[in-house]
């Protein structure tokens, strides 16, 4: 009796003891997303964070300070696309947007999102692993401004790899979204990838204005 009730207590106390782990494990996992990072860069899911400007600029990175915007989708004819040019791309109300050309940097605004690919190198180097980037993106109506989807590849030490990446341009599109997508294997050795959202032309300068836009941007990693 004695020894099958302490055996019973013990049984309880490892199963305490388990749940506390548990507990633990759980804590760690939803309290300290930074961690999260630390496991394997998931397959199949989109890995842009605000891929549609909806909350703004957050998760993004740019450059020149304060001269890359979003602006909210409104009537046509002021070298945005519209509020109908939304709705055919499920955009919401708000895109990404250039800017005012900054004379001090003489550049456009630009805007990037970077990922370090975590415990994919194996499969990447065996060439087993595939990108693929998509999104929209548009000029208003001078052949002089484009706008520019990028999806660089690097190394560990943010070094070029054998492909420079996937680069997309268009110009001229008067106020419409263009789709614009590509996809490659990664070559051996990527272990960064960033996305890049930048407007160049002639036009920019003439006009002091980067009416380049994007939204709903997707770079998506898969096993092949
Ligand atoms: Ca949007």
Redesign the pocket.
């Known amino acids: 009796m004695r020894t099958d009730h302490l055996h019973h207590h013990r049984r309880q106390g490892a199963g305490r003891l388990l749940v506390a782990m548990g507990v633990v494990v759980i804590a760690l996992l939803t309290s300290a997303s930074p961690l999260l990072a630390a496991g394997s860069t998931p397959y199949g899911k989109n890995l842009v964070r605000n891929a549609?400007?909806?909350s703004g600029l957050t998760r993004w990175q740019t450059f020149p300070p304060a001269d890359f915007k979003t602006h909210a989708y409104g009537k046509p004819g002021y070298g945005f696309p519209s509020k109908a040019a939304?709705k055919a791309i499920g955009?919401?109300?708000?895109?990404f947007y250039a800017g005012l050309y900054d004379d001090s940097y003489g550049t456009c605004g630009d805007a990037q999102q970077q990922w370090k690919l975590k415990g994919l190198g194996s499969a990447i180097d065996h060439g087993d692993v595939k990108v693929k980037l998509k999104g929209y993106a548009g000029t208003n109506g001078s052949p002089l401004i484009t706008a520019h989807l990028d999806l660089y590849f690097r190394d560990a030490q943010n070094h070029t790899v054998a492909k420079n990446g996937i680069t997309r341009a268009v110009s001229g599109t008067n106020e419409r979204y263009q789709r614009l997508q590509g996809a490659t294997v990664l070559p051996e050795r990527t272990r960064i990838l960033r996305l890049h959202l930048w407007a160049d032309g002639d036009g920019t300068v003439s006009s002091g204005d980067c009416q380049a836009f994007w939204?709903?941007l997707s770079v998506v990693v898969k096993h092949v």
């Open positions: 549609g400007a909806q939304a955009g919401g109300t708000r895109f939204d709903n």
